[in-house]
């Protein structure tokens, strides 16, 4: 097998600590994300998720070729690039007001709960990508699940600056 294709595939290796491997992809995507942000703001968070899906698509495809198991649990770029989608309006808050993302720490803990139940639960579209049984549905499960929980993450900002405040 690539090694490089493991590597990208399993965020060095991350896939394979047990139990729950993509609750401990979506926690590796945190630190990494932030990263991410402090040295290029909401740009560079949007580049690196660019490149993760791409890659992470490339990966998957190498290791799942001519395996009957679509989907590995070893798996969890895709649960990275999700990750990273679902802090993108966090990110976006930060970056145009100069302020500190660590700041808005409950948006944090907000958008990797709805990540993991999005992505666990599967509704509609998650299922739907999921169930394509191909690489490209391996990354799309999670970008969709991640959109849906970036939508989550503004809906209860709203709620919270807007009827709480």
Known sequence: MNRAATLIATM????YIRPA???WGSLVALPWGWLLHVLGGFPLLLLGIFAGFAKGWWATAIMTKGSA???PSEIVVDEVVGQWI???????????????????????????????????LKPGPVGWADRRGDALGVMLDDVIAGIF?????????????????
Do not use: C, E, Q
Request: proline share 5%; no cysteine.
């Open 149 to 165: 929980a970036a939508i989550g993450v503004l809906i209860l900002a709203g709620l919270y600056h807007g009827v709480l405040a």
């Open 12 to 15: 060095m290796g991350v896939g």
């Open 21 to 23: 491997p993509g609750t």
């Open 69 to 71: 198991d679509h989907d």
């Open 86 to 120: 679902a802090l993108l309006p966090l990110s976006y808050a930060a970056w145009s007001m100069g302020i500190n993302i660590l700041v808005m720490w409950p948006g944090w803990i907000a958008a990797f709960l709805l990540f993991r139940l999005f992505d666990i």
